[in-house]
């Protein structure tokens, strides 16, 4: 069984027992999240249940495992002959989520 969730614009394909790295929740660790926003459901009998856009009914609960930032990604411009030289960088704030039960 799995679903395919939304969460901060970008969908997660998902399945009991796993583990999945989205953008930040709200939330302390070991509390529990629900995703409201399922897109699409596959049970064990491979029959498929899909939303318009998301179905009704249907959410998905998680426990928050880790709250934690990416590594920096590095930005460098360079333009020759022009003595322009910008380097920057960001880090992103990430949650990691064990995903628990599917319900519709």
């Known amino acids: 069984?799995?679903?395919?969730?939304?969460?901060g614009g970008k969908q997660?394909?998902?399945?009991p027992g796993q583990k999945v790295r989205v953008d930040r929740l709200e939330g302390e660790l070991g509390s529990?999240?629900?995703?409201?926003?399922?897109?699409?459901i596959v049970d064990d009998n491979h029959n498929l249940t899909a939303g318009n856009?998301?179905?009704a009914g249907a959410s998905v609960?998680?426990?928050?495992?880790?709250?934690?930032?990416?590594?920096k990604i590095l930005?460098?411009?360079y333009a020759k002959r022009k003595r322009r030289r910008v380097k920057t960088g960001s880090r992103r704030y990430y949650t990691t989520l064990h995903i628990g039960e599917i319900g519709k």
């Open 1 to 7: 069984m799995y679903a395919v969730v939304e969460s």
């Open 12 to 15: 997660y394909r998902v399945a």
């Open 32 to 40: 529990n999240v629900k995703l409201d926003r399922v897109l699409m």
């Open 53 to 55: 856009p998301i179905v």
């Open 61 to 71: 609960s998680a426990r928050i495992v880790e709250q934690h930032r990416e590594r």
């Open 75 to 77: 930005v460098f411009k």
